[in-house]
């Protein structure tokens, strides 16, 4: 695992592929569609740096964003989506996925908060979705699997919203804890800046944890569904992460301490793989 440097409350400055709280493109993909996982991953990663880099004015930002687009379509633009564009071209993919996470992307450029569930739950059919359709499509799987992709998908990107909470708002001046959450405990974005969570945070907290564990259980027969016995194996592995790192923050508090998965909840997480893997 490489080395992070972290940023205020613990917030990872930066991220790679081996280095998310999920395996992306681990060697439980087939090596033939790994040099596909990895552009996307690339695409995806870079673009979100433009989204995040707090250097940049809005409107830049979105100019930028438009030229990914733009070269997803075939036009000029940067070589991390020219190079995907031809991974898609070349397999017959639908470019769709990665243009839904542009749209994402520019929520995040504009600045646009979450004020309620919904407002969170519509964020992340574009910012986390897209991801684990791209790899049903890549393996040829039923689209009746996305259901549970997607709730699967939403179950990670909130509890990653949830693990740098402090981080995005003091950095970014994003907030994705609803807002009307925080004004029900009569609380604002600055109470995400404590060294400890308040006792109305801690609600908040569970309550969305509780939803988690909602997601998580309609991800539930998502490995199941899936034909690709490697590709089996890593959806059980990721909801098994999934499980752990819930359980986990509901155990720690996140602006204590960056709460992450451990060498444990990854050894469980690969075991939960295995028997998917066996089962089929």
Same mark, same amino acid.
């Given at each position: 695992?490489?080395?992070?440097?972290?940023?205020?409350?613990?917030?990872?400055?930066?991220?790679?592929?081996?280095?998310?709280?999920?395996?992306?493109?681990?060697?439980?993909?087939?090596?033939?569609?790994?040099?596909?996982?990895?552009?996307?991953?690339?695409?995806?990663? $870079?673009?979100?740096?433009?989204?995040?880099?707090?250097?940049?004015?809005?409107?830049?930002?979105?100019?930028?964003?438009?030229?990914?687009?733009?070269?997803?379509?075939?036009?000029?633009?940067?070589?991390?989506?020219?190079?995907?564009?031809?991974?898609?071209?070349?397999?017959?993919?639908?470019?769709?996925?990665?243009?839904?996470?542009?749209?994402?992307? &520019?929520?995040?450029?504009?600045?646009?908060?979450?004020?309620?569930?919904?407002?969170?739950?519509?964020?992340?059919?574009?910012?986390?979705?897209?991801?684990?359709?791209?790899?049903?499509?890549?393996?040829? $799987?039923?689209?009746?699997?996305?259901?549970?992709?997607?709730?699967?998908?939403?179950?990670?990107?909130?509890?990653?919203?949830?693990?740098?909470?402090?981080?995005?708002?003091?950095?970014?001046?994003?907030?994705?804890?609803?807002?009307?959450?925080?004004?029900?405990?009569?609380?604002?974005?600055?109470?995400?800046?404590?060294?400890?969570?308040?006792?109305?945070?801690?609600?908040?907290?569970?309550?969305?944890?509780?939803?988690?564990?909602?997601?998580?259980?309609?991800?539930?027969?998502?490995?199941?569904?899936?034909?690709?016995?490697?590709?089996?194996?890593?959806?059980?592995?990721?909801?098994?992460?999934?499980?752990?790192?819930?359980?986990?923050?509901?155990?720690?508090?996140?602006?204590?301490?960056?709460?992450?998965?451990?060498?444990?909840? &990854?050894?469980?997480?690969?075991?939960?793989?295995?028997?998917?893997?066996?089962?089929?």
């Amino acid at each position: 695992m490489l080395y992070r440097r972290r940023g205020p409350k613990n917030r990872p400055v930066t991220r790679t592929r081996q280095t998310e709280n999920f395996p992306v493109g681990s060697w439980l993909i087939a090596p033939a569609h790994r040099p596909a996982v990895h552009a996307f991953y690339a695409f995806a990663r $870079e673009a979100d740096d433009v989204a995040d880099d707090p250097a940049r004015q809005p409107d830049a930002k979105l100019a930028s964003l438009d030229a990914f687009d733009a070269a997803l379509l075939g036009g000029d633009g940067p070589q991390s989506a020219r190079a995907l564009r031809a991974v898609f071209v070349e397999r017959g993919l639908a470019i769709d996925h990665p243009r839904h996470l542009l749209q994402a992307f &520019k929520a995040d450029a504009g600045g646009r908060n979450c004020q309620s569930w919904s407002d969170l739950l519509a964020y992340c059919r574009y910012s986390a979705a897209p991801v684990g359709r791209f790899l049903l499509d890549l393996h040829g $799987e039923a689209k009746e699997t996305w259901l549970a992709s997607d709730a699967l998908c939403a179950a990670l990107q909130i509890l990653n919203h949830l693990q740098d909470a402090a981080g995005d708002w003091l950095d970014l001046r994003r907030r994705y804890i609803p807002g009307e959450w925080l004004q029900r405990e009569g609380l604002t974005e600055r109470d995400l800046l404590a060294d400890r969570l308040s006792p109305g945070l801690r609600k908040i907290y569970d309550q969305a944890l509780d939803r988690v564990d909602q997601l998580n259980q309609q991800a539930r027969g998502l490995p199941g569904g899936i034909r690709d016995r490697r590709l089996r194996m890593e959806a059980a592995a990721i909801l098994a992460i999934s499980h752990r790192l819930a359980r986990r923050l509901r155990r720690l508090d996140p602006l204590a301490a960056r709460v992450e998965p451990t060498g444990l909840d &990854k050894f469980v997480a690969a075991l939960a793989g295995l028997r998917a893997g066996l089962a089929a």
